[in-house]
């Protein structure tokens, strides 16, 4: 299985994709790892504002108020809370999945035989093309 990750500038151009490989998982528990995964990397590149779009309301709506369990992915999401405290500015907001295309596409891309690969530079042109798409 594979995680996508995109992370954009304030004017919604891309700055970073990347791929994660994971072993195979429900829906539900893997949109929370891309999305714990996408903000530990803004974290580790030294970003200070993040904007987390997801397409999963009910992922959504446990990030902002997560209540206590000891389930995977209530696991997963308090390690979201932990780590969206080291950033000055945080908000998750919810997005169409059509909205969210480029991540899902970055999620199938190849690893290159790694566990992970990050792009920092140039992007693809045909991944800043479908962005562009995905940029209101």
Known sequence: VGL?????NDRGELKVIDIEKIEPTSIEIAEAQASRYGIMLARRLGFDTVMLECDAVNMVKAIQDVGRSYTPIHLIYEDIMLEKSFFRFFDC???????????????????????????????PQSIVS??????D
């Open 93 to 123: 907001t919810h997005i169409k999945r059509l909205g969210n295309t480029v991540a899902h596409y970055v999620a199938t891309l190849d690893t290159r035989g790694s566990d992970e690969y990050v792009c920092m530079g140039p992007v």
């Open 130 to 135: 479908l962005a562009e798409l995905d940029v």
């Open 4 to 8: 996508g990750v995109v992370i954009r």
